[in-house]
């Protein structure tokens, strides 16, 4: 009989570290029912403590979803603790997590400390934490270059204090595989009081390791992974949900098995990807869009004869409909409502269906075939209507051997404002016609267009990065013509530091 293992899912915490890629409350608690949907068993839903918005999403991701434990993270701090507690008054299963660090590097030069005085405060948090709910959960940061006799003594001493789990955390990315499985193994011998708490992975992915080191943490005695969806995370990232669970499925001889429905992965992944504007790698395992695809001939002819030639996973087992349905400008309502109930998108709202309808009509009378990704881009194009700067018209005079002109019109809260600006290139020119109307210091950072894969029709996906008032934004804008979805990106950082109107 398979062993259970955990599902620890901190995509709303951990994943939303990655710069450009926040999310507000509401699609917070989209992705927190898809989690739910898809068998997390913990949600980390924010760092109650770092913002009114954060605390203000754990609040509602409590209220959104029933059977999956909530779980807050802190540091080894009371207030952390306290605005932690507070902000899981709604949760039916609630966990907070609390920690420190136990590397020499974080002893010595983030808290100037002793070994001896970090264990005096990583149990100090768990007992406080002990005061609020039962399950605690302790993270012992930068294990991964924590000595494993020390860290025996941290883990010991959190466990006799009332720590349920004790997560050890490869911070960065540091362990080889083998290094990872010999520490969770040192702890399971080491450490007397072991068997009353659960051991817990967290790998990041800085050298590429982190499924590799989770699988050992687990094949070691592991039995809660910390994932997120699409592996999305600080620096590189944290170890992908979806490469875990497909490898303990196609893995049954590990004996180890999760609550996870895996039909859901795939439309989780594009829920996410959507949401976040952070698009997935074609080779991704698993959810990248060549993850089943076959182009050597001597591929093709193997999988025509026999997918067990080339394929250790049926698409369908990912959720992939592999006789998927293809949208042209022929295609009815009932298709394009489908093709996003398969990529996650929330279809319950018939009027939203109908707005996201119409714009595919549009986008279809340009383009040959619509694909996944402009779904999830029409299904998005929602989230500006409520922006009080928008695009109203953008005309653009450009050629070999002539300036860039370019004329734009805004809608700002109502009011029609209009200029024109030559430039290096049209890009560069709507740009400055866009400066002229917000009179605003404004410096753009960062410019990336998405590879335009299907061709010259396709739409073109931009992301932005600029720097208002020292803080970054960041922006994103999606059409078949590029020079607008740059503008349209670079509004969308504008509405987020919700600047004035020029006068």
């Known amino acids: 009989m398979s062993e259970r293992l955990f599902i620890f899912d901190t995509t709303l915490r951990d994943g939303e570290q990655v710069p450009g890629c926040q999310l507000n409350t509401v699609e917070k608690i989209q992705v927190a029912k898809q989690l739910e949907a898809l068998g997390v068993d913990i949600i980390e839903a924010g760092f109650p403590i770092s913002s009114p918005g954060d605390f203000n999403s754990v609040i509602e991701i409590s209220k959104a979803v029933t059977w999956p434990t909530i779980c807050a993270l802190t540091r080894a701090v009371e207030k952390d603790i306290d605005v932690a507690a507070e902000s899981l008054k709604y949760a039916k299963h609630k966990r ?24 005096e405060r990583a149990v100090a948090a768990v007992k406080y934490a002990k005061r609020y709910v039962e399950d605690i959960e302790f993270y012992a940061e930068d294990a991964g270059r924590t000595d494993n006799e020390y860290l025996a003594r941290v883990v010991e001493a959190v466990v006799k204090a009332g720590a349920t789990v004790v997560n050890i955390p490869d911070t960065t990315g540091y362990c080889l595989p083998q290094e990872y499985y010999e520490k969770i193994k040192y702890l399971k011998e080491h450490v007397d009081c072991i068997d009353k708490a659960i051991i ?23 039995r809660q992974v910390e994932v997120t969806i699409n592996g999305i995370g600080e620096r590189a990232g944290n170890t992908s949900l979806e490469e875990i669970a497909m490898i303990l499925k196609c893995h049954k001889g590990i004996g180890v098995d999760t609550n996870i429905n895996t039909t859901k992965i795939y439309p ?42 080339y394929e250790i996973m049926d698409p369908k087992d990912v959720g992939l409909d592999d006789n998927s349905i293809v949208l042209t400008a022929r295609s009815g309502r009932a298709a394009l409502k489908y093709r996003m109930s398969v990529l996650g998108v929330d279809v319950s709202d018939d009027k939203k269906v109908d707005q996201i309808y119409e714009a595919f009509l549009r986008l279809a009378d340009k383009k040959k075939e619509i694909t996944d990704d402009d779904v999830m881009m029409l299904a998005g194009a929602d989230r500006t209507a409520s922006h009080a700067i928008k695009l109203d018209f953008l005309q653009v005079t450009t050629g070999m051997g002539v300036r860039s002109v370019a004329s734009i019109g805004l809608d700002i809260s109502g009011q029609k404002f209009e200029a024109a600006a030559t430039g290096n290139g049209p890009v560069d020119a709507a740009i400055k016609a866009l400066k002229k109307i917000i009179l605003k210091q404004m410096t753009l950072k960062e410019f990336t267009i998405q590879a335009i894969s299907k061709g010259s029709d396709d739409v073109g996906k931009v992301h932005m990065q600029v720097e208002y008032d020292g803080s970054l934004y960041y922006g994103f804008g999606a059409n078949t013509d590029i020079v607008t979805a740059s503008v349209e990106a670079y509004i969308d950082c504008i509405n987020k530091f919700k600047i004035k109107k020029a006068e």
Do not use: W
């Not at 817990?200 to 094949?219: E, P, R």
């Open 96 to 119: 907070i997590h609390t920690g420190i660090g136990t590397s020499d590097e974080h002893i010595k030069y983030k808290f100037n400390s002793t070994r001896d005085e970090i264990i």
């Open 200 to 222: 817990s992975t967290h790998c990041h992915n800085d050298l590429g390791m982190a499924t590799a080191n989770t699988l050992h943490g687990v094949l070691a005695g592991a």
């Open 268 to 309: 989780s992944s594009r829920m996410v990807s959507g949401l976040m504007n952070m698009p997935v790698q074609p080779n991704k395992a698993i959810v990248g869009r060549n993850a089943f695809a076959h182009s050597s001939g001597i591929h093709q002819d193997g999988v025509l004869k026999n997918v067990n030639t």
